[in-house]
Structure formats: C-alpha cells, structure tokens
C-alpha cells in the first residue's frame, strides 16, 4: 500500500512536541502535538502555523546544531526543508529545535520531544492533545509589541488603546483574551 509522505501507519514512530513561543507569559503559548516522525519540516511549519493560528504571512527557518533548514534560499544559506524529515533532527526525547516566523518579528519558538510513541491503529495524525495561551497577532512586533500591546488593550486610559481595538477589529478588549486555547480548533485546522 503506498502512503503519502509523513503518514504514519501503526507501529510507525510518533513524537510527541511541545512547541512554546518564547518571550511570551502569563499566559505562556505552546502547544502539544502528536506528529509522525517521518513528516517533512516544510510539513512541521505548516502544522505549526494552524496549531498556533498564524497565517504563512512571513518567512520561517528551523535551525538545530547551527545548521538552518527553511525554504532553499542562497542568501540566507537554508537547507531545504522540504527534503528534510522531522525524524533526521528530532529522534529521541529530549532532542530540541528551534523555529522562527517571521524574521522581522522573530517569533522564537523551542520544539521538544517529550515522548517517542509509537502509532496506534485508527489514530489520525498530526494532532494537538493541549495547549495553553491565545496566538498573538502577527505583525504586533514580537513578544515586546505582543506584551505593549495588551498593556494598551488592559488600559482604556492608553494612548494606543483605541488605535489597538481598530487594528483588531474588535468593538472592546473584552473580546481579546489571551488566555484563550481550544483544542478542538486546532485540530480542525490541522
């Protein structure tokens, strides 16, 4: 039976990753995921842009003992990304990458494998089991312009506050929370 790329078919190794947005608390944002250990990073990015809500606006690179993976660019030196499983830099719990979105507002964030599982029958993968925190959103100028950002929305008071709500698009900052997380979201975006 042939398969397409990355899935997993029972027995085959699953990683289980804890992708957190760095620079980013109370509440933090991460996400646990459940992806087959074959899939391509090209694969991962796009798994994390719908796990974390963000919408493939920018450009992104993975990067794991010095070396930097993303789309195949001879200015910025990236190995491609799209030849390159999830397996080869993340194979056993505890192994650790980072990826970035967007080089402008270097939106960090650190993958761990917590577990190697291996797949069960009748399981889909990629799945999101938990996570915490609402996605910041893109072009807020990183975690600093994240963090300005709900000091604005917390203060009606704040010069930017108004400003803020209009590039929202929300009428009151009631309607932001960022603490907001749900599972089931995700995984229909997955």
Request: charged residues 30%; proline residues 6%.
């Amino acid at each position: 039976m042939r398969r397409a790329s990355g899935d997993a078919m029972p027995g085959d190794p699953v990683l289980q990753l804890k992708i957190s947005l760095l620079g980013v608390s109370d509440p933090p944002v991460w996400r646990r995921m459940l992806v087959p250990a074959s899939i391509k990073l090209d694969r991962l990015h796009e798994l994390i842009q719908a796990a974390v809500g963000w919408h493939h606006s920018h450009l992104h690179a993975f990067s794991a003992r010095g070396i930097a993976y993303g789309i195949p660019d001879a200015e910025l030196g990236h190995r491609d990304e799209r030849r390159t499983p999830l397996r080869r830099l993340l194979a056993k719990q505890g192994d650790r990458i980072r990826y970035i979105y967007d080089f402008g507002d270097d939106w960090e964030h650190e993958i761990v494998v917590e577990k190697v599982l291996a797949a069960e029958p009748g399981t889909r993968y990629p799945v999101c089991v938990a996570g915490k925190g609402a996605r910041p959103p893109e072009d807020c100028v990183g975690p600093w312009g994240y963090a300005d950002l709900r000091a604005a929305l917390a203060d009606r008071g704040h010069e930017d506050h108004d400003r803020m709500l209009e590039w929202l698009g929300l009428e009151s900052a009631a309607q932001f929370d960022a603490k907001a997380f749900d599972v089931d979201e995700v995984n229909a975006a997955l």
